[in-house]
Nanobody, 125 residues
Framework: QVQLVESGGGLVQAGGSLRLSCAVS????????MGWFRQAPGKEREFVAA????????DYADSVKGRFTISIDNAANTVYLQMHNLKPEDTAVYYC??????????????????WGQGTQVTVSS
């Protein structure tokens, strides 16, 4: 069983920065790949970024490459999403998710078994 709790969302002006955190609580030493997804009103949930538990591999959606950075602190069981140069189109609820190595690929939401409750990010123009 894995529990994920996101924090760090808020309201920011375009061009600003935010850092999201995802606290990972797990009862086993199983390894997970971790991902961030987002969902804007009226739109489907979309992939943002993913990282292997070792931190050795990262993947990003084209729309956030060069602006967002995903990282992991294994000692603290926390995953971060640093977001720079935010745009109004980044406005969404951001979700942290854990993939127990299903092998479906980092951008496939079906590969993630555990999800957080989400944190709202609003970027004003």
């Amino acid at each position: 069983q894995v529990q994920l709790v996101e924090s760090g969302g808020g309201l920011v002006q375009a061009g600003g920065s935010l850092r999201l955190s995802c606290a990972v609580s797990k009862r086993t030493f199983s390894t997970y790949n971790m991902g961030w997804f987002r969902q804007a009103p009226g739109k489907e949930r979309e992939f943002v970024a993913a990282i292997s538990w070792s931190g050795g591999r990262t993947d990003y959606a084209d729309s956030v490459k060069g602006r967002f950075t995903i990282s992991i602190d294994n000692a603290a069981n926390t995953v971060y999403l640093q977001m720079h140069n935010l745009k109004p189109e980044d406005t969404a609820v951001y979700y942290c998710a854990a993939d127990p190595l299903r092998g479906l690929g980092p951008a496939n939401a079906r590969g993630y078994d555990y999800w957080g409750q989400g944190t709202q990010v609003t970027v004003s123009s």
